[in-house]
């Protein structure tokens, strides 16, 4: 959510002929109120950020002060770890020698910079503030599973955001100039591909329990009817050989609407698992969690991938079952 933009080039009429800079009456507004306006905004970018992807962000943010006449400015920095441990690190320069070899997952940096901004036609500082937390979404959705219990697949829907930024501001052209950056910023982290097919399919697993059972089920009971000739249907004439096809055809159908009920459940379990990797890689917890991350995909992938050959193969094997007993 933004706030919408302010001309600040407009001049504000008091009455008796005298204009005033939106500027000043900003200025103003911020003295005598002592309150001051705020952008916010997530990001949902599937992100893989590392140590050299912050220090990026911080030179940025570092060039963009160079056009304002900075007062005073101050920066600490939070680190939320996996395992509930917080880390507050007082400036940049100490965060750059911060313990890399911690074991435990990265959730969220959190870091807060402070500005006292003196602009032209203000004549005293005023108060800037930027927070940007970049978060580990596989980090949040391995402990909510860990902890609550709650199922991957479903907390993946919920913790959609990677990445959220404040700014407390009272010239809203500065803070925009901020937020271009940080746009700017997240847009050049290396996100993780989607796979389309993978998005697509979960997007109505919910299906997969009917259809693989309509499916299994029905190409059966086709394929015994295909299998029927004129010469066949003779033969079934007697009422013990007519009963005795009928169950075969009809038990054996209802064998496979059950198989295909179960083979569509563990696919669609499966499927919903493949998640994708949004992560920080600033220690050595999170250089394994996004290895253990990348395991799990494949393997769900390739159990997935495995229970549609399974609802194949059986198809397949009562097809040559039904050949068998010549029905």
């Not at 501001?169 to 940080?182: E, G, L, P, T």
């Not at 015994?224 to 054996?252: C, D, K, P, Q, Y």
Request: with cysteine; hydrophobic share 40%; charged share 20%.
């Amino acid at each position: 959510m933004e706030k919408n933009a302010i001309n600040q080039n407009t001049d504000v009429n008091f009455g008796d002929g005298v204009n005033v800079s939106m500027k000043t009456v900003q200025d103003i507004y911020n003295k005598i109120t002592g309150r001051t306006e705020q952008i916010t905004k997530s990001y949902d970018i599937s992100h893989i950020a590392d140590f050299s992807d912050l220090e990026q962000l911080h030179e940025k943010i570092t060039q963009m002060c160079e056009q304002y006449n900075i007062i005073s400015r101050n920066e600490n920095i939070e680190v939320f770890y996996n395992d509930k441990h917080k880390q507050t690190i007082s400036s940049f320069s100490r965060f750059k020698i911060h313990d890399k070899s911690y074991g435990s997952p990265t959730e969220n940096v959190r870091i807060r910079y402070n500005f006292m901004i003196l602009l032209p036609q203000t004549q005293s500082p005023q108060s800037y503030i930027l927070d940007i937390n970049v978060h580990s979404r596989s980090a949040l959705i391995e402990r909510s599973h860990r902890e609550i219990g709650v199922p991957s697949s479903i907390w993946s829907m919920i913790t959609t955001s990677t990445g959220f930024t404040k700014i407390s501001f009272v010239d809203y052209s500065v803070a925009r100039n901020f937020q271009n950056v940080i746009d700017g910023w997240f847009e050049t982290l290396d996100a993780s591909p989607e796979n389309k097919i993978v998005s697509f399919l979960q997007k109505y697993s919910f299906l997969s329990a009917p259809l693989f059972k309509i499916a299994m089920s029905g190409t059966y009971l086709f394929g015994t009817w295909a299998s029927f000739n004129s010469n066949r249907t003779a033969e079934l004439s007697s009422n013990s050989s007519f009963l005795h096809a009928i169950v075969m055809i009809f038990g054996g159908a209802m064998i496979l609407w059950v198989a295909g009920q179960e083979i569509g459940k563990i696919f669609e379990r499966y499927i919903d698992r493949i998640l994708p990797i949004s992560c920080l890689q600033i220690n050595k917890g999170d250089f394994r969690m996004l290895d253990s991350h990348r395991k799990k995909n494949r393997h769900s992938f390739l159990i997935a991938s495995l229970s549609v050959v399974v609802a194949i193969a059986i198809n397949v094997a009562s097809s040559v079952f039904i050949q068998y007993l010549g029905l």
